[in-house]
């Protein structure tokens, strides 16, 4: 077994899953309350439709994400399980425990055209429990085996485990990016907002250490939330911290609200920042993106090196070729949303 201390559950199925559902628990400080629901998927490559995010598919081993970002756009797919966008996202988890075997099967096949697979599009896929199962260096070695080249978007050092992984990748010439979240240094923010996430100066720590690797590494700074983590003390730091640490690229994403996750973030706002909610109920009341006008002024302390390093990289990895894949470009767009077809 990959994991001890554990327990199984086997009448805690979610719905609609069937039969043979493995829910597990363990007894550990980040998982207290927690649920991992075990399922076997039918497929592990999901296609995005055109090139607009810069990959063509991706990989989410899991589902729900305990690192309970408040603002979080993914949590609204937890709905197309019969659960809810708040509390049911970041506690009942489900985990497709066969992912690298199908990830190893469906590259293997003659169609397939080594074209680049993102990771953490959707939640992230290092997060705690990633741990204990441990999927992703299976995942990573079923790629890496058939010439495809990959991008991993994460907010948690454990992708450090596997640097190793990511340098055979690089000396085989693929094309390897592994890209930190850190949406903000400032503690406040950071615990009230994403408050089971590790260190965001670890991360950069983590950024740093990729690049002293030859490893592309670049970090988003997303979501920019108006009032909470936009203004340019808190956003300056980062910017330094990225300079410093020679990122392959620094991109910025404007906070967005769809369906469910309006309702989770306001009912946040208004318990912990009610001071913001008339400001917010303007950008948002009746939208799920701001005014172009109200973008820019979010963005705005992102503007010089770290707008021009996003572009330059974005051309330069929009040049390069993978194998006998099409172009590929860095993962410096903000996430595509899986299809609701593509839930298992």
Request: proline share 7%; charged share 30%.
């Amino acid at each position: 077994m990959r994991w001890d201390e554990q327990r199984v559950e086997n009448d805690m199925r979610l719905p609609g899953i069937g039969d043979g559902t493995v829910v597990r628990t363990f007894d550990a400080p980040e998982a207290m309350g927690i649920n991992f629901h075990e399922v076997r998927a039918r497929s592990a490559l999901n296609h995005v439709p055109g090139e607009s995010f810069g990959f063509s598919w991706t990989i989410n081993p899991y589902r729900g994400c305990t690192h309970a970002c408040i603002f979080c756009f993914a949590r609204k797919t937890h709905t197309y399980l019969d659960l809810d966008a708040g509390r049911d996202f970041e506690r009942e988890i489900v985990v497709k425990v066969n992912v690298p075997e199908l990830v190893r099967a469906e590259v293997a096949r003659p169609g397939w055209k080594r074209e680049l697979v993102a990771l953490g599009t959707n939640t992230d896929p290092y997060q705690w429990c990633e741990s204990k199962y441990r999927m992703l260096p299976e995942i990573l070695e079923g790629l890496l085996a058939a010439g495809t080249p990959v991008s991993v978007l994460t907010k948690s050092p454990l992708v450090m485990r596997d640097i190793e992984i990511f340098e055979r990748f690089r000396d085989a010439g693929l094309r390897v990016s592994v890209n930190l979240s850190v949406p903000t240094l400032d503690e406040k923010a950071w615990r009230l907002t994403e408050p089971h996430t590790p260190s965001p100066s670890a991360r950069l720590e983590a950024v740093a250490e990729l690049r002293r690797r030859g490893i592309q590494s670049g970090i988003l700074i997303a979501p920019l939330m108006p009032g909470i983590n936009d203004s340019p003390e808190q956003v300056e730091p980062i910017v330094a911290r990225a300079k410093e640490a020679d990122a392959t690229f620094l991109g910025g994403v404007a906070l967005h609200l769809r369906g469910e996750v309006k309702d989770v973030f306001f009912g946040w706002l208004r318990a912990k920042r009610p001071d913001l909610v008339p400001e917010y109920e303007r950008l948002y009341g009746r939208r799920a993106y701001m005014r172009p006008e109200d973008r820019q002024k979010t963005t705005r302390a992102l503007r010089g090196w770290g707008q021009q390093r996003m572009r330059s990289n974005y051309v330069e990895g929009a040049r390069k070729t993978n194998g006998e894949g099409p172009k590929s470009r860095p993962f410096a767009a903000a996430p595509a949303e899986p299809k609701q077809s593509s839930l298992f």
